[in-house]
């Protein structure tokens, strides 16, 4: 795979791919590019700085021990005599969800087999529940069924998958970042959908010459021997996961002052957001931006740097407009305002 | 969104005063039918639908989107099917919801015809099964509440008029309030328990004082003044039936005993206007922010009235003629009550036991108000009530299913793509089998079948194959005319508008579209159909006007493209958007006169699955509206602009 931290330019999509795995919090990414800007690539090579979990063992859907109040059925069944759970401790992992998964491999379904076999109904776990702790992935999600992009904003937003179908009724925790990816070239999401997720990043191939030609070098030397190239970037790769496993402690003593909050609201008022998803992106973004940079104090540098990876796939343009009411660059002259 | 782990507390949700209300009217009488929250993503519709379980015993019960037929309405028990042989009604969904609340979130997403039989369940309070052998009925008593995103899809009206209470959520743009939902956010998902342990007890005061209110609805009377005054104002705003009316009596007394009254206010009356009568005003969709004026309309007496329909003094003094002659105001009353259904809950409709209470106070007027309505007070609370309304709507665009009539949004799908939408018994070998339906209808038959070793023992005759459907996409090709006649006059510009906002309804639903000019002698297939619906408005942008109207040659050109189009694409209904004057004014071949020769080219275009739609836009004075007869000779049918653009 190759090495995250050997990928040119695209800061801005590594940083919100970054700030989620510090906060899931925050609603996962929308990633919007044309073909060959290396959106797959990042997207499955974040991997490698995936800090670890602590989960149950043995669990399908690797329960957090922390919560009780949030097992699946089986871990609630199991644990309820206050026996304490066993635990492993695997990385967090990119999720696939291929583009020709039916709403039965991607919710759970009946599990023939078992009804086969002994006559009972049981639930056979989908993807969402593989998902559960994890990234859950989706290549070009803009031609995926509008139904299937619903269940998996649902779940994603409320951290559990409410199956009812076949006569089975299955909940169980699938508490995970969305990251989608897209060309937009072959057409939208809907802007409902849109809005459901927490941050998007527009990404273009490299204009800059010198760049290019680094991308194309590193990637021939990839190709020809990816252990050492891997390992010369080990290092890097090391640290910016230390920054996220410190990042995420970290986050839990921030405190966002009153000031602050309100200037995020702004924003909001001010680009005109209707729902109060963005504003609260905005803030634990800002949050998760400070605690990756190690600080405990949220300021309006962090606000600002945040605002536009929120914002702007939730402006009220009008579809066609170029010329939107709003232009991404006021963050800055909006928050001086404020 | 279906939040059964996270439940924010109903008083910890800041503003929404209306939707707040209205579920609290609901929780208080019974016999009210239902709440819609109509808002814009992101506006706690859900969180608030959910936090209503801290003030009442009952259970909310979620109708999740993904949920089949099966498990809605119920089918066979299949596990004592399998152990005992017998065939057994489970209940689904709609059992649970009995004597609980049924929630349906993004209910205008949910298929229309699954749709259709939950409304008429829910109306007859009973839900009956017909299916896997099972022919069996039961009960289904439930209060209904939905919310939905109005620019994703609007919902039937037939739909919409079945709840009582329909609210919209009007964002908020205080820096206050919203600062102060952002804090509530972070400390609610911080630390839940703390949170809503912040809000119990103005929780449990809310739920208490809907307990007593609930007490108190029967002791308060609707006197005729009060269904006189509701009357008025429905008839002003067009409300269409008579459920708003009823509606309206029901909620202003459901809100007279929140508010701990003994009898209903003029307060009560339009804070129940501004509630029931939002989703049911005629015509509201024309006239935009001007919803409730209409221009010029005749009343039932043929006289014609004025722009603005206020209460006259002779409207006034024939309710009070009428009133004196009570047959024609009781008879209202009881088209009122006929129209409701039959209900099976004890004394919960607007019955005979009300009107009793009516009867009783014609012999002592009400002190307080008089059984006449007064010009004055009606007036000011018509007007009130409609600043609230003008206040709540918001300029809606133009829908392309108000153009093209209904689209079908689904299409069977003859392969292994789309959902399974039910299940069939298969002619031959089938590829797609239906798992469990066949175990289903296999479950019966275990206890004679001959076990090999396995728990079920499936036969050729249980198999059953999936029907799938397919969010189809329709394709929609827009023609349009930037010939001089047209950008000369500015109406170029009218044309315009409407492209752009049906392209809107397109792009929302992902349809694909396509663009084809034709002016300045030029015929121009700009874009062909395409999912990529900005590149028609980019198009349209770059587009030079003016000319001459080559229309018969663009109506050869479409179809051409058309028809090759639709044999590639055999399952996509098609629709041919024209907008033009129809003014042909450059023949084909030449020397022809142009308009002549366009009825022989329309006799000879034939497109499968398509339909024409010509919008009319050509000038108010013309000796010929050759639009129309465009669309006639095409088969089309033919819209005036002006009723698209308003």
Not at chain 1, 267 to 280: C, K, T
Not at chain 2, 34 to 62: E, F, N, Q, Y
Not at chain 2, 196 to 203: H, K, P, V
Not at chain 2, 249 to 254: D, I, K, L, N, S
Request: net charge negative; proline share 4%; hydrophobic share 35%.
């Amino acid at each position: 795979m190759f090495p995250f931290t050997a990928i040119v330019g695209q800061e801005l999509m590594k940083k919100a791919l970054i700030l989620n795995v510090i906060d899931p919090g925050i609603g996962g990414v929308l990633v919007k590019g044309e073909k060959g800007t290396a959106k797959s690539t990042t997207i499955r090579a974040l991997e490698q700085v995936l800090p670890p979990v602590t989960h149950i063992r043995d669990c399908p859907f690797r329960c957090d021990p922390r919560h009780p109040e949030k097992y699946c059925p089986y871990c609630t069944e199991k644990y309820s005599d206050g026996k304490v759970p066993e635990t492993e401790t695997s990385p967090m992992k990119v999720v696939e969800l291929p583009l020709s998964a039916t709403e039965d491999r991607v919710a759970g379904t009946l599990d023939i087999e078992s009804v086969l076999q002994t006559g009972k109904k049981k639930f056979e776990p989908g993807i969402l529940a593989q998902a559960n702790g994890n990234i859950l992935y989706v290549d070009e999600i803009n031609l995926l069924e509008d139904y299937i992009v619903d269940m998996l904003l649902d779940s994603a937003a409320m951290g559990v998958n409410y199956v009812e179908r076949e006569g089975v009724s299955f909940t169980h925790p699938a508490k995970f970042v969305l990251v989608g990816s897209m060309n937009p070239e072959e057409g939208d999401l809907r802007p409902q959908l849109l809005d459901r997720f927490g941050m998007s990043v527009e990404i273009k191939g490299e204009k800059n010459l010198g760049m290019r030609t680094e991308v194309v070098s590193r990637r021939l030397e990839f190709d020809l021997d990816p252990y050492a190239f891997t390992e010369k970037y080990r290092a890097d790769t090391e640290e910016i996961r230390e920054r996220i496993v410190k990042a995420k402690s970290l986050i839990k003593d921030i405190r966002t002052d009153r000031k602050l909050i309100e200037a995020a609201a702004y924003l909001s008022v001010y680009f005109g957001m209707e729902g109060h998803r963005a504003d609260i992106t905005m803030i634990r973004s800002a949050r998760a931006n400070a605690a990756y940079a190690g600080r405990t104090e949220v300021t309006k540098d962090d606000l600002e740097e945040i605002a536009p990876l929120v914002l702007s796939h939730r402006l009220k343009k009008k579809p066609f407009d170029k010329t939107s009411d709003y232009d991404i660059q006021d963050v800055h002259k909006c928050l001086e305002d404020f | 969104m279906s939040g059964r782990l996270l439940r924010y507390p109903f008083s910890a949700v800041i503003g929404e005063r209306n939707a707040k209300r209205a579920l609290q009217c609901l929780l208080t009488d019974d016999s009210l039918n239902g709440v819609l929250i109509k808002g814009p993503s992101g506006t706690a519709k859900s969180v608030l639908v959910r936090s209503m379980a801290g003030l009442t015993d009952k259970d909310i019960v979620d109708l999740p989107a993904g949920a089949g037929d099966e498990d809605i309405f119920g089918g066979i028990d299949f596990e004592t099917a399998v152990k005992d042989g017998v065939t057994q009604l489970k209940g689904g969904i709609l059992q649970r919801a009995h004597g609980n609340i049924l929630c349906i979130d993004n209910i205008n997403l949910l298929d229309p015809k699954t749709l259709n039989t939950v409304t008429e369940c829910i109306s007859t309070h009973t839900v009956k099964i017909e299916r896997d052998g099972i022919s069996a009925e039961y009960p289904c008593d439930t209060t209904v509440v939905a919310t939905m995103d109005p620019a994703e899809r609007e919902l039937p009206e037939s739909i919409a008029d079945r709840f009582d209470i329909c609210v919209l959520i009007v964002p908020d743009t205080e820096i206050r309030t919203r600062s102060d939902v952002i804090e509530q956010d972070l400390e609610f998902r911080e630390d839940p328990d703390a949170f809503c342990a912040r809000f119990r007890d103005e929780d449990e005061g809310v739920r208490k004082n809907i307990e007593r209110a609930r007490a108190s609805v029967p002791s308060i009377k609707i006197t005729r003044r009060d269904i006189n005054d509701i009357v008025l104002i429905c008839n002003k705003l067009h409300a269409v039936g008579h459920r708003g009316d009823i509606a309206c009596a029901r909620t202003a007394r459901a809100l007279a005993a929140l508010d701990g009254g003994e009898y209903i206010t003029e307060e009560n009356i339009k804070e129940a206007s501004v509630l029931c009568l939002l989703h049911r005003r005629k015509p509201k969709t024309i006239f935009n922010e001007k919803a409730d004026v209409f221009i010029h309309s005749t009343d039932a007496e043929g006289h014609e009235r004025d722009e603005e329909p206020e209460i006259s003094n002779r409207e006034i003094a024939e309710l009070a003629r009428m009133s004196r002659e009570q047959d024609k105001i009781d008879q209202e009353i009881q088209d009122i009550v006929d129209s409701v259904e039959v209900s099976t809950t004890e004394g919960s409709d607007l019955q005979p036991k009300e009107i009793e209470a009516i009867d009783a106070e014609e012999e002592s007027i009400d002190s307080e108000r008089g059984e006449i309505p007064d010009v004055d007070i009606v007036t000011a609370m018509l007007r009130d009530v409609r600043t609230d309304l003008a206040e709540i709507d918001r300029i809606e665009m133009i829908h392309l299913n108000k153009v093209v009539g209904h689209i079908p949004r689904a299409a069977l799908s003859s392969d292994r793509n789309g959902r399974a939408s039910g299940y069939r018994i298969p002619e031959g070998k089938t590829k797609d089998p239906a798992l469990g339906p066949t175990i289903r209808a296999a479950s019966p038959y275990q206890k004679i079948r001959k076990p090999n070793g396995l728990s079920i023992v499936i036969e050729p005759s249980d198999i059953r194959e999936n029907i799938r459907t397919k969010a189809s996409s329709c394709s929609f090709m827009f023609g349009l005319d930037v010939s001089g006649s047209l950008s000369d006059t500015g109406r170029l510009d009218e044309a315009i508008k409407a492209v752009r906002a049906m392209l809107e309804d397109g792009y929302v639903r992902r349809d694909k579209v396509g663009l084809i000019t034709f002016g300045q002698r030029l015929v121009n297939l700009a874009v062909p159909l395409t999912r990529n619906v900005e590149a028609v408005f980019d198009a349209i942008e770059k587009t030079e006007t003016g000319g001459s109207t080559p229309l018969g040659r663009a109506l050869l050109t479409l179809n051409k493209y058309m028809n090759n189009y639709v044999r590639k694409n055999p399952d996509e209904q098609c629709y041919i958007i024209l907008i033009t004057d129809g003014e042909a004014d450059t023949a084909v071949t030449e020397g022809f006169d142009a308009i002549m020769e366009l009825r022989r080219i329309c006799a000879t275009i034939k497109i499968p699955n398509t339909e024409w739609i010509i919008i009319d836009n050509g000038a108010r004075t013309r000796r010929v509206n050759y639009a129309l007869k465009l669309a006639n000779y095409l088969g089309g049918r033919c819209i005036d602009i002006r009723e698209l653009v308003g």
